[in-house]
């Protein structure tokens, strides 16, 4: 990898003015700077979110969901011969990749967004076959990710950017280890509304992506910012008019300390090169939309594998772990202001965190994902 293109690459993206803990104007709503630097840039990072604490927790429970993973594409058991964490739920699943290769580039994966494929890197003579690359379902699997997911400045960001009615989208732990993380391609993340009249720089929404360990240039996403604006890239001539190379010479790599949490647009083009470093990354993804981005909209439906039109019953059934998350949160950090989800206020009592919800509401809730 070239450490000139890494080390300019870190420079540029620590001056384009868009980190910083969280701030408020004076009525409470999110700075307005925050969300400027966010529509400029397509990403914005929130330094210092997530606590000491619950960055601890963070590890600790993925570290367990990593222990008893299963110990290989399609097993049911982990390493050790149990059963693997997933077992039981219809949708929580572990996707491996060779290490220090890009899987999805040049495929037709996820209706063929990743159009070519990052330059790979021969493994390790002692790399193993394979590595996890992504788990989802995880909000089922760790309460911990559950109980971020409801946390209320990340919720006030999501209303800023979306609009109170803001509805969810889906949640995935991409993990990028240290010497063998496989690349994922150059893409935009949105899929189903590029042609919509109503196109703008939001429509596909954003993810909030939390790190649970320092991110470098060698393990960290890259970014071209303000890409989000340019509604789709033809990729595949973005490369070709680059020589052929991946390494595009308006990117940045997304650098966060521990427990930063980036804003970033699902419209962006972004990817991440092989992991070669020496660094771990492991980060918690989870997305929101606009109502109206979903509402009557035509999406994937993970349950039936077909597309299904998104009604009001569906979002509402999704979006109470919004609620559920809000109320864990409260459980366990109960000195922290609650926020107030609006689309579903009066409605609490039904969405409160407790082991017969786990098992009720909970449970396979990504089988509901609303994703465009």
């Known amino acids: 990898m070239s450490n000139a293109y890494f080390e300019d ?4 993206a620590m001056g384009l003015g868009n980190r910083g803990p969280i701030r408020f104007n004076k009525d409470g709503s999110i700075h307005n700077d925050i969300l400027d630097a966010y529509w400029r840039n397509s990403f914005y990072v929130l330094e210092g979110v997530v606590s000491r604490q619950e960055l601890q927790e963070l590890r600790d429970q993925f570290q367990h969901v990593l222990e008893r993973a299963p110990s290989h594409a399609g097993s049911q058991l982990d390493a050790q011969g149990r059963s693997a964490v997933n077992t039981g739920f219809e949708r929580a699943t572990f996707q491996f990749a060779k290490p220090l290769s890009d899987p999805m580039g040049g495929t037709g994966a996820t209706g063929g967004r990743y159009p070519v494929k990052m330059a790979e890197l021969v493994p390790p003579p002692e790399a193993p076959a394979e590595v996890v690359l992504q788990i989802s379902g995880n909000l089922q699997m760790m309460d911990s990710c559950l109980r971020l997911y409801g946390h209320p400045h990340l919720l006030q960001i999501a209303e800023a950017v979306n609009g109170p009615d803001f509805t969810p989208f889906t949640d995935a732990i991409w993990v990028k280890e240290a010497g063998l993380g496989a690349a994922v391609s150059w893409h935009q993340d ?3 509304l590029w042609d919509h009249p109503d196109l703008d720089r939001g429509t596909h929404g954003f993810n909030f992506m939390a790190q649970l360990y320092r991110t470098t240039p060698g393990n960290a996403l890259w970014i071209v910012p303000g890409s989000h ?4 890239i033809d990729i595949k001539a973005l490369i070709e008019n ?3 190379s991946d390494y595009l010479p308006s990117a940045v790599p997304l650098l966060c300390e521990a427990g930063d949490v980036a804003v970033c647009s699902r419209q962006m083009l972004h990817g991440s090169f092989p992991n070669a470093s020496p660094d771990r990354r492991v980060t918690f993804v989870f997305g929101f939309h606009r109502r109206s981005s979903v509402l009557g909209v035509e999406g994937w439906d993970f349950r039936s594998r077909t597309h299904v039109e998104y009604d009001e019953e569906r979002i509402h059934q999704r979006s109470r ?3 559920l ?3 864990a949160r409260q459980q366990h950090f109960p000195d922290e202001p609650r926020y107030i989800y609006q689309p579903l206020a009066g409605e609490e009592d039904a969405n409160r965190w407790s082991e017969s919800t786990r098992e009720s509401l909970l449970k396979d809730y990504n089988q509901r994902d609303l994703g465009i």
Not at 9 to 12: C, F, K, Q, T, V
């Open 229 to 232: 604006d340019e509604g789709r």
């Open 190 to 192: 949105g899929t189903t």
């Open 9 to 12: 690459g870190a420079r540029r």
């Open 325 to 327: 998350a809000i109320d």
């Open 321 to 323: 772990i919004i609620s």
């Open 242 to 244: 680059n020589d052929g």
